[in-house]
């Protein structure tokens, strides 16, 4: 099955309801949902976008990659699962133990 990319370009306040992302438009003050199982990416570019905490943990918990933009519009952060692979958890206590150089 295909999975949806949404592209937030404006206002909006992001949020869940029973296993729903719920987006209240700002400008036409109209809510839409979408099920989060259907969702693979969000991409957030207007930073007057607002998103609540159980939204990116129910997005997080999906692996749904979430994708924050700059003032430029160029991406500037990504939220990732990290418990999602083995080798992910694996890398990072590479890191942790490795030595100064």
Do not use: W
Request: charged share 20%.
């Amino acid at each position: 099955m295909l999975k949806r990319t949404l592209f937030f370009t404006n206002p909006a306040h992001i949020r869940t309801h029973f296993e729903q992302l719920v987006v209240c438009l700002k400008k036409e003050n109209q809510e839409r949902s979408v099920p989060i199982e259907d969702i693979a990416l969000v991409v957030l570019e207007n930073p007057q976008i607002t998103i609540t905490l159980p939204a990116l943990q129910k997005l997080n918990a999906a692996n749904v990659a979430v994708i924050c933009c700059n003032e430029k519009h160029h991406p500037s952060a990504m939220l990732l699962n990290l418990d999602g692979h083995h080798l992910q958890g694996e890398l990072f206590r590479y890191q942790v133990d490795a030595l100064l150089p």
